[in-house]
Structures are given as C-alpha cells and as structure tokens.
C-alpha cells in the first residue's frame, strides 16, 4: 500500500498513514519515524510539521515520502533512510558502509574527553573508526587534539572521510587490521567501539541490526581483547584505554584490564543505566 497521491492531502493526515503502515511493519518508533522521513522530505524540523499540521503537500512530496517510507517498512534503518544522523555536535552521513552511531557512543566520547582534558594537543587512536563519528567528535570538541582514525574496511574509511570533508575536521585514516597491533604511539588516547556482538546472538537481534548493519562491524570475539593487550604497547605511561563493551560485559572487561596491569578501571554507565563504557590507565612504558 503507497502513500495516497498529494491532492488536498495535510501533513497530518499523511502522517496518520504512514504511521500506521510502519507500526504494521513492525518499525517501534513509527510516528516519530514517520515525522522524522517527512520533515527530511520537507527540508524542515518535526517541530514545524506540528506548528503547521494541515499544510498541503504536493504530489512530488507524497512521491519523495513513499519511496523513503517503502525502505523503511522492509526494516532498512532510518539513519540508512535518512542518509545522515546526528552524533553530539556533528551531522555525519551514514550508510550501510558503517555501523549505526548509537547514543551509547556518546558517552564513550564524553569520557575521552575528560581524559583529555588537560592536555593541549593530544595523540588519540580510534580503533575500528567506521563512519568516523568518535574521532570527528573528538577532533570537534578538542582543537588540540590530533586524531588517528583506523579500519579495516576500505568502504567505512571512504564514509570517514567524506564526514571528515564534510565537517572540515583534520582527522588521519588509515587501513589497518587491529588484530595485527595498533600504529606506533606514543598516543594519549586510545579508544574503541569494537565488534562485541557474539555469533550466536546476531539472530536474535532486530531486523534493522540482523539485515542491514556491516556484519565485520558487528560481530566479532576477542576484539576488545585485542585492543586492550595492543594498546599496552602504544600508550605512553599514563596514557588512558576506553572501550565500548556489550551490555552485561563490563565486569569481565573490567577484570581483564586489570589483569593486563591497567589502573584506575572504571565502568560508566550509558543513558539507559547500563554499564557500557571501561577505561584504565597505563602505568608504564613497554
């Protein structure tokens, strides 16, 4: 069923329709998706489809919507829908080259500020970058800082790199496999969201996750392993690991900094409460 043609038809009434179609295809948010796929077309806010809920739309508008609303009602992510997505101060372009910036990688952003914070111009590695979002952020929020952005999939560096033009932030992004080792530092920083999701878990998850996200940037074990033993040879003494772990993994990923010889591990919590977010400090050089 497509969005009925524009003639005499209100913002709200159209929205009524499609809300109602993306609620059937199991989409949890669909009003708010609803608004959010017409306020794109539109080229304006959600907030002003409210100020003026009877406009009339026209039939090239009704046509824009439908095709971005046939993409999401087979699950496609609205970010992918959209193209680009709000991440802290940043408007990046996402697609189905990168992984979904998730409100959780926020607070992992936040906390590498914090430990940044005294230093003028620091060195800072995020490993397995994709679209760039933490390592723009952080090169947005620090000036100082000089921030080295890897991955291993040619296809999300490309993504980095057009939001770092985009953005007109200075970020270095290189190819590289982390399983190899980490680029030599000494850096102040080193930060990872890495592939957490376990390969019995992926068939469970949500369409929008299962279907569309870049499996390599999802699923993987000994990843965040591989980070923290790697980062033991590239941080400087007192340089600072934080990691973004699996709901429910904070405490093991905890014990294993600390077994490694990190200090100061601590977990912080994301938005929802849970423990999301792990960092420790080195102690030495190696």
């Given amino acids: 069923m497509s969005v ?12 009524d329709d499609v809300s109602h179609r993306l609620g059937r295809a199991g989409c949890e948010s669909a009003r708010v998706d609803a608004e959010l796929l017409l306020a794109h077309v539109l080229g304006t806010t959600r907030s002003s ?10 039939d090239d508008v009704v046509a824009a919507l439908e095709r971005l609303v046939a993409r999401r009602e087979r699950r496609e ?47 800072v590695l995020d490993v397995g970058t994709g679209s760039g979002a933490i390592a ?21 560096l490309a993504v980095a790199a057009e939001n770092a033009r985009d953005t007109g932030l200075a970020v270095d992004l290189v190819e590289w496999d982390l399983f190899t080792g980490l680029p030599a530092g000494p850096w102040d920083l080193v930060v990872s969201n890495p592939p957490y999701v376990r390969p019995d878990e992926i068939d469970f998850l949500e369409p929008e996750v299962r279907k ?29 690991l934080v990691l973004e772990v699996a ?15 990190y200090a100061g591990v601590t977990a912080t919590r994301d938005l929802s409460g849970r423990d999301r977010v792990v960092e420790g400090v080195t102690t030495t050089d190696y």
């Fill in 4 to 15: 009925p043609a524009g003639k005499g038809r209100s913002a709200s009434a159209l929205l």
């Fill in 247 to 261: 709901d429910g993994d904070a405490g093991r990923v905890s014990a294993l900094l600390r077994e490694l010889g």
């Fill in 136 to 156: 723009l952020a952080l090169a947005d929020e620090h000036p100082g800082a000089r921030v080295t952005g890897i991955d291993t999939s040619p296809d999300a």
């Fill in 212 to 240: 569309w996200e870049p499996r390599a940037a999802l699923v993987g074990e000994g990843a965040a392993e591989a980070v923290a033993h790697n980062a033991l040879g590239a941080l400087r003494a007192g340089g600072a």
């Fill in 77 to 123: 992510p609205l970010v992918y829908v959209l193209g680009e997505w709000g991440f802290r101060r940043l408007t990046l372009k996402v697609d189905a080259r990168v992984l979904v910036p998730r409100p959780e990688t926020e607070v992992v952003v936040e906390r590498c500020l914090v430990l940044i914070s005294n230093l003028d111009e620091p060195r």
């Fill in 49 to 58: 489809l409210r100020v003026d809920p009877d406009r009339a739309l026209s």
